[in-house]
């Protein structure tokens, strides 16, 4: 969500160069932050302990094409004002748009289900009692903020939690981390010839490259054009497109580089500990922090446990909330957490669903510490059709008009989406043979 829609009404007081500074961090910093979810902690800290530093490269492999997808997603909702799954129901047929939302809406619900159940768990580990209490609690928290605070101030609840992330920084000043060894692994590639390998190589790629984040972008990008007066979708106003893509380009390198730096402080960490000490199997973000405890020691474990349930309160909302849009707009129904419940009845009850449904996960037969990991790998292999879709809008002249991407942005888009792919294969190939 963006800072303009909290200061929307006191911009006139600001100093236009403090406005403008305000304006770079809009959806872009949230979407990046909310990527970092106990999913992603429990893969990073997994391919940490597993690989140690060798399969650190993947991160700084996985910024370009990250930043990519997501500027794109980003460019769509500005430019139309309406959100993937808007452009998909309007554009392409009903058979894609369906079986787009179908896919996202189950990756969403199992990831919520894992980052409630981590959540309740890292809390568990700090305090004690029943996790699957706090995973009630958790879920209801964030669907109750939702739907009954108000647009702005949940604006100013979801910034502030992004804060959570510097847990993971802090974490790595507590541990003594080779650099020369963690800048090697970093720079320099490594391949291992097994399953394991690239199903962590898949997972990261899946939790870095998530289908939930085009949509939250693109859907804030839409909402922000509908309820701020000055903002038109490019298509009408073309002459606000300058400012606009500039705007969304730094927002979404700023954003995307956060996220990235969270995970690669997460796997230098887990290597530098867990790896080192021959803790190789780690198979969610709280084992790794109850893993840390005795390795790295009080203050370790404290703050990365802190960090799961801080990116939890960030992440569920933004997976219910990207579930919440698509099915809207492919119902076609009103959207926007910025209208009131009464307003948009349809839209909240998909979001309460969503996450309710997340919760019945942790009750289930189903192990909610392998759906954390696997939730990943799922979002890995479900983004291929829908950023396939997502690049092909960006040629689509009937969806982008003059703004249609035909630069380096939209070749590095379509390597991102080559690379998915073929993660995916190498992954299903090395675990069939």
């Keep these: 969500m963006s800072l303009t829609a909290k200061h929307g009404r006191r911009a006139s007081t600001l100093d236009p160069s403090k406005l403008r500074l305000l304006r770079l961090f809009g959806p872009g910093l949230v979407t990046g932050a909310s990527d970092d979810d106990p999913s992603g902690i429990g893969t990073y800290s997994q391919a940490g302990a597993q690989f140690g530093f060798t399969i650190?490269?993947?991160?700084?492999?996985?910024?370009?094409?990250?930043?990519?997808?997501q500027q794109i997603s980003a460019r769509i909702g500005r430019i139309t004002g309406k959100g993937v799954a808007g452009n998909l129901r309007q554009h392409y047929p009903k058979g894609l748009l369906q079986a787009i939302v179908a896919l996202l809406f189950l990756a969403n619900t199992i990831n919520i289900g894992a980052d409630l159940g981590a959540m309740a768990d890292a809390l568990g580990l700090l305090i004690g009692g029943p996790a699957l209490l706090y995973v009630i609690l958790f879920g209801m928290l964030c669907a109750i903020l939702q739907v009954f605070m108000t647009y702005r101030r949940y604006v100013a609840v979801l910034r502030w939690l992004t804060v959570a992330l510097f847990a993971y920084f802090g974490t790595v000043m507590t541990v003594h981390i080779?650099?020369?060894e963690a800048a090697r692994g970093l720079l320099i590639p490594a391949f291992v010839p097994d399953a394991a390998f690239w199903t962590t190589v898949v997972a990261v790629l899946g939790t870095t490259i998530s289908p939930y984040l085009f949509f939250w972008q693109a859907a804030q990008e839409a909402e922000d054009v509908r309820i701020e007066p000055e903002r038109k979708p490019l298509l009408r106003a073309p002459q606000q497109g300058p400012d606009a893509i500039e705007r969304i380009r730094v927002d979404t390198l700023i954003g995307m580089a956060f996220s990235n730096l969270v995970g690669l402080a997460i796997i230098f960490a887990t290597a530098a500990t867990l790896h080192a000490a021959g803790v190789t199997d780690i198979q969610s973000s709280t084992?790794?922090?109850?893993?840390?405890?005795?390795?790295?020691?009080?203050?370790?474990?404290?703050?990365?446990?802190?960090?799961?349930?801080?990116?939890?309160?960030?992440?569920?909302?933004?997976?219910?909330?990207?579930a919440a849009y698509a099915v809207g707009e492919a119902w076609k129904w009103p959207v926007g957490l910025s209208r009131k419940p009464e307003k948009a009845k349809a839209f909240y009850t998909t979001l309460a669903i969503a996450t309710m449904l997340g919760v019945a996960l942790n009750f289930s037969p189903i192990n909610p510490i392998k759906a954390l990991y696997w939730s990943a790998v799922i979002n890995g292999v479900v983004a291929v059709p829908i950023m396939v879709a997502v690049m092909h809008m960006t040629g689509n002249s009937k969806i982008m008009g003059s703004f249609r991407i035909h630069d380096g942005l939209r070749f590095i888009g379509w390597v991102a989406t080559a690379v998915m792919a073929a993660a995916a294969i190498i992954m299903l190939v090395a675990t069939a043979f």
């Design 287 to 322: 084992q790794a922090a109850e893993a840390l405890r005795p390795v790295a020691g009080p203050l370790a474990f404290t703050l990365f446990a802190l960090g799961i349930i801080g990116t939890g309160l960030l992440a569920v909302p933004v997976l219910a909330g990207s």
């Design 178 to 180: 080779p650099w020369g």
């Design 56 to 69: 650190s490269w993947t991160m700084l492999f996985s910024y370009p094409l990250m930043v990519a997808i």
